[in-house]
């Protein structure tokens, strides 16, 4: 007969009105604006090294000197096929054919997705060390 949860509305959710949410946007557009004009000039644009291993690693971080996608990749294919081949024994009891089909060629289909992406990957990794060794 009575909810347990109460009558919240959206305003309630949100702070005393929705004009408060339209300010904070507007405030986090200019500060979002300004950190990132910033960090170019400090960060991204300069050639040098800095003193701080951190600084050093924020730089290289921003310039996109090391990709993180490569093992993020690895790391999810292995959870995607494991999942798969796992869920796949679920269908045994209904259909074997079914289990067969998704057993082999969900994780074929998911490898070739895979192997696409690892692929932009490699291109991406021999086209900066020819453009390194054209440099020296």
């Known amino acids: 007969?009575?909810?347990t949860y109460g009558n919240y509305g959206l305003n309630d959710l949100m702070g005393s009105s929705?004009?408060?949410?339209?300010?904070?946007?507007?405030?986090?557009?200019?500060?979002?604006?300004?950190?990132?004009?910033?960090?170019y000039f400090m960060f991204v644009k300069p050639e040098k090294n800095y003193p701080n291993k951190f600084v050093n690693w924020l730089r290289s971080f921003l310039n996109f000197n090391e990709m993180?996608?490569?093992?993020?990749?690895?790391?999810t294919y292995m959870f995607i096929a494991i999942f798969i081949t796992l869920g796949s024994f679920e269908l045994i009891g209904s259909s074997f054919v079914g289990f067969l089909l998704t057993l082999i060629f969900g994780n074929l289909i998911m490898r070739v997705i895979y192997e696409a992406s690892m692929m932009m990957v490699s291109i991406w990794k021999n086209t900066k060390e020819i453009n390194n060794k054209l440099k020296k």
Do not use: D, Q, R
């Open 1 to 3: 007969m009575y909810s």
């Open 68 to 75: 993180l996608i490569e093992p993020i990749l690895k790391v």
């Open 18 to 39: 929705s004009t408060s949410f339209g300010v904070w946007a507007i405030v986090s557009l200019v500060l979002a604006i300004v950190g990132a004009i910033l960090g």
